[in-house]
């Protein structure tokens, strides 16, 4: 038993910049794997970012350098730092956790993750 939601997505002008939120309720492990995955039309879900249990960080090539993983576990909140962002980061992007009270070592397959948030929308014009 466990859900997330995110929060944050918009729309802005290429360069622009929006952090996501997504925040655990229910049993949600706290410092387990979690990660941020995106989806645009006619696309295959992406890993984009993801952070295990110590808080080491992995990141698709696509947006290394340019979005940053955090998360504040006494808000039970991950979020998504999103600078320098391009049209092609236009996507639904959602959050998932693996929910393991230990994961060592953060993967970026979406196959991997157990509980996903319902999506939020982040459109970057040109």
């Known amino acids: 038993q466990g859900q997330l939601a995110e929060s944050g997505g918009g729309s802005v002008q290429a360069g622009g910049s929006l952090r996501l939120s997504c925040v655990g309720s229910?049993?949600?492990?706290?410092?387990?794997?979690m990660g941020w995955f995106r989806q645009a039309p006619g696309s295959e879900r992406e890993g984009v970012a993801a952070i295990d249990s110590a808080g080491s960080t992995r990141y698709a090539d696509s947006v290394k350098g340019r979005f940053t993983i955090s998360q504040d576990n006494a808000k039970n909140t991950l979020y998504l730092q999103m600078n320098s962002l391009k049209p092609d980061d236009t996507a639904t992007y959602f959050c998932?956790?693996?929910?393991?009270?230990?994961?060592?070592?953060?993967?970026?397959?979406?196959?991997?993750?157990?509980?996903w948030g319902q999506g939020t929308q982040v459109t970057v014009s040109s």
């Open positions: 229910g049993y949600i492990y706290s410092g387990n794997c």
């Open positions: 998932a956790t693996k929910n393991r009270r230990i994961c060592d070592g953060a993967p970026l397959s979406p196959n991997e993750y157990r509980i």
